[in-house]
């Protein structure tokens, strides 16, 4: 089974700034990761798959990047709407989730 | 646009079956696959099994001995089933829709927790 580590579990911003969360797969995924954004009581909305391509609707200042093991999900200029909880997913060989990351207002 | 409704009881006895109904609507079942993830307290995200467009099914090895999804056309709906459920089965249960190959989960209906207690 492949394992997803993210990270950081908890992450505060003040709006305006740019944060970065990360995911280290146990092995290649050949950049099948997607990223989803869930706020409490709503379903998890899908931002980005295939490590970069942004679904639509998703704005410009969520961005991903990365190769083989280690890929990044960065919001820039972080906006109140964004106050969530972000999971990364592989799906190269199944499905296996990063832990999420909460992101809060400093 | 597509939409997913989960629904079904909120506590089941432990050693009991665990029954949860998923209603879409806005695109057919027929289409892609359809299927369970489960989030469990702690937050932990846990893929359960899916049922094709044609009702083929592929389950979780950590599962398969005690899921079944099964689905109604006529209704657009599918369904889940857990049985001889545990205190360790406790989570919120999501439907969602599969896409593209390889697939990942693009549209997920918001979730129903399960509780599982005596």
């Known amino acids: 089974d492949i394992q997803m580590t993210q990270s950081p579990p908890s992450l505060s911003a003040s709006l305006g700034d740019k944060v970065t969360i990360t995911c280290q797969a146990s092995?290649?995924?050949?950049?099948?990761i997607a990223w989803y954004q869930q706020k409490p009581g709503k379903a998890p909305r899908l931002l980005i798959r295939?490590?970069?391509t942004l679904e639509s609707g998703t704005p410009s200042r969520f961005s991903g990047s990365g190769s083989g093991r280690d890929y990044s999900f960065s919001i820039s200029n972080v906006e109140s709407e964004d106050i969530a909880s972000y999971y990364c997913?592989?799906?190269?060989?199944?499905?296996?989730f990063g832990g999420g990351t909460k992101l809060e207002l400093k | 646009e597509v939409q997913l409704q989960e629904s079904g009881p909120g506590l089941v006895k432990p050693s009991q079956s665990l029954s949860l109904t998923c209603s879409v609507t806005?695109?057919?079942?027929?289409?892609?696959?359809w299927g369970w993830i489960r989030k469990f307290p702690g937050n932990k995200m846990e893929w359960m099994g899916y049922?094709?467009?044609?009702?083929?099914?592929s389950y979780n090895p950590s599962l398969k001995s005690r899921i079944s999804i099964t689905r109604d056309t006529s209704k657009n709906q599918f369904f889940l089933q857990l049985n001889s459920v545990t205190t360790e089965d406790t989570a919120t249960y999501y439907c969602?829709?599969?896409?593209?190959?390889?697939?990942?989960?693009?549209?997920w209906g918001q979730g129903v927790m399960v509780t599982v207690s005596s």
């Open positions: 969602a829709r599969w896409r593209g190959i390889p697939n990942y989960f693009d549209y």
């Open positions: 806005g695109y057919s079942i027929t289409s892609n696959y």
């Open positions: 049922i094709s467009y044609s009702g083929s099914t």
């Open positions: 092995q290649n995924i050949n950049k099948y």
């Open positions: 295939y490590t970069s």
């Open positions: 997913l592989q799906y190269v060989n199944l499905w296996t």
